[in-house]
């Protein structure tokens, strides 16, 4: 299951979106998610949906892709569906009644709702580090926040942060099957008994993995050092940000896009 798990992985590529502006890609993430809470009816949901398939065809990645990275939180999503399902009355007769439970259809309309906007949201936030390098994408979110060095934040500092975390976690991820293999090689029994006994099985996992991270951290902490790294003061980059015909052409689909979704709103 943990080879599941895509987060913070990048599919280099040279589509329309892996050249894209990333500045106009982190931006366009977060309008995307404002824009799918604010239209939250069925044609705003089935729109978003289309705008995803829409754009992993254009960065050429597999649909499949993302179908398997849902499903290590595949259980998240259900719990969320049922929650609604049980939870969320109606008008008139239940569709089904267990004991004190019942099933109306707006919740299960709701339901269906949710869900399917959560995978929307993961797959939305997905496409952005499927396209962006973690070194473009540090640049992107040291831009936009540029204008907060005014009151002394640590803009660099903090992109580099989130970057690194970023590009950690595939790596945390294939430590963490290490280690699980190497248990059970050893014979640790991670996935039989009671609840207590499977959480108390963890911490033979947990232990080997936060040192591993601190030393993971202590040797990047050391090559940076080595490397003479002193922060975003002074520092040039090889290839400067710029804004081209290419993110003009994009922000406007982009925007239409988003529009039309935004206009389903006004039709529920």
Avoid at 2 to 13: A, C, E, N, Y
Avoid at 46 to 67: D, E, K, N, Q, W
Wanted: aromatic share 8%.
């Amino acid at each position: 299951m943990l080879r599941d798990i895509t987060i913070g992985q990048h599919f280099p590529g040279h589509s329309v979106l892996h050249r894209c502006d990333p500045r106009l890609k982190l931006v366009g993430v977060i309008a995307y998610i404002i824009v799918l809470f604010l239209a939250s009816n069925p044609l705003g949901i089935t729109l978003s949906l289309g705008m995803l398939v829409l754009l992993y065809g254009v960065a050429r990645i597999p649909l499949r892709l993302i179908l398997k990275s849902l499903k290590p939180i595949l259980p998240i999503i259900l719990f969320t569906a049922v929650l609604n399902l049980f939870f969320i009355s109606g008008e008139g007769e239940p569709l089904v009644q267990i004991w004190v439970l019942r099933i109306y259809r707006e919740g299960v309309n709701y339901a269906v709702l949710m869900a399917t906007r959560v995978v929307a949201l993961i797959a939305g936030t997905s496409l952005l580090t499927y396209t962006t390098s973690p070194i473009v994408l540090t640049d992107a979110i040291e831009s936009l926040l540029r204008p907060l060095q005014k009151l002394r934040f640590p803009v660099h500092e903090l992109a580099m942060m989130m970057t690194i975390a970023l590009r950690f976690i595939p790596t945390l991820i294939d430590e963490t099957e290490k280690i699980m293999n190497a248990q059970k090689a050893r014979g640790a029994k991670l996935d039989n008994g009671k609840f207590t006994e499977r959480i108390q099985a963890l911490i033979p996992i947990l232990i080997p993995l936060f040192i591993s991270a601190f030393r993971r951290a202590d040797e990047l902490a050391m090559a940076m050092e080595c490397r003479c790294y002193h922060g975003g003061e002074g520092r040039t980059r090889l290839k400067v940000l710029r804004f081209g015909k290419l993110d003009v052409l994009c922000t406007l689909a982009l925007v239409a896009m988003l529009a039309a979704i935004l206009a389903t709103k006004l039709l529920f």
